[in-house]
């Protein structure tokens, strides 16, 4: 194709969205207020743009209402019946999770930043040692600051368990990096290892979307902070 062609089929394909885009948006405008209220709910949803949460609202719509009141329930109570572990801060149904009343490896102790990575982290079968979830990174911009990473509690665990290895498993993003060398830094005067998961990891990287093999090479492959 010659660029001057290139450039006509470009122009096309720009005004057919625009004036899809347009036709999208007017079409939004005359939605009723409450589906308009769920829309905003659902795009709040990772992955889920402007078109996909239209698309689910409507599919809503087809719902039994028995079902969609089974749902609406579940949302309501999901926080009172998944809570935190009081222990580590994985998710359980009563007390302690089971990472906490199985048989553990009590010498190590990974530290996430989401209850999700520790399941990502047990498919990979190579660590057996405990968990402890913080709540939030470091995020000084946003607001999230080092006293709410409730250190006291990990020192704590550490030496009630008398862990001799800390393993911190947080994405590969700024936060992540941040986060991690206020730990180590913390962390180090304990006198114990402070590692982190290594190879393989790509920069920004999320630890939920990276393969178990990766994940595995990353844990086995840690580097000492
Ligand atoms: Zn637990």
């Not at 906490?100 to 047990?122: H, K, N, P, V, W």
């Not at 030496?159 to 936060?175: G, R, W």
């Not at 393989?200 to 990287?205: A, D, H, I, V, Y």
């Amino acid at each position: 194709m010659t660029n001057k062609n290139y450039s006509l089929q470009r122009r096309k394909v720009l005004a057919k969205r625009r004036k899809f885009s347009y036709t999208a948006l007017t079409m939004s405008l005359k939605y009723p207020k409450d589906l308009l209220a769920l829309i905003g709910y659902l795009k709040k949803l990772p992955g889920v743009g402007s078109r996909t949460a239209e698309r689910f609202a409507f599919e809503f719509l087809k719902w039994e209402k028995r079902d969609l009141g089974a749902l609406g329930a579940m949302l309501t109570e999901i926080l009172d019946k998944v809570p935190p572990c009081q222990e580590c801060g994985c998710l359980t149904q009563n007390g302690l999770c089971h990472f906490c009343q199985e048989g553990r490896d009590t010498a190590t102790l990974c530290i996430l930043s989401s209850a999700r990575d520790a399941y990502a982290i047990e498919e990979t079968r190579t660590y057996r040692g405990l968990y402890h979830i913080v709540e939030h990174l470091l995020s000084p911009l946003d607001g999230r600051h080092a006293n709410q990473l409730r250190i006291d509690k990990i020192e704590k665990r550490i030496a009630k368990h008398q862990i001799k290895e800390v393993i911190i498993a947080f994405d590969s993003t700024l936060e992540g990096d941040t986060t991690a060398l206020y730990l180590k830094n913390e962390l180090t005067k304990l006198s114990l290892q402070v590692s982190r998961l290594g190879v393989g990891l790509p920069m920004g990287s999320s630890l939920e979307y990276i393969d178990g093999g990766t994940l595995a090479r990353a844990l086995t492959g840690r580097q000492t902070l």
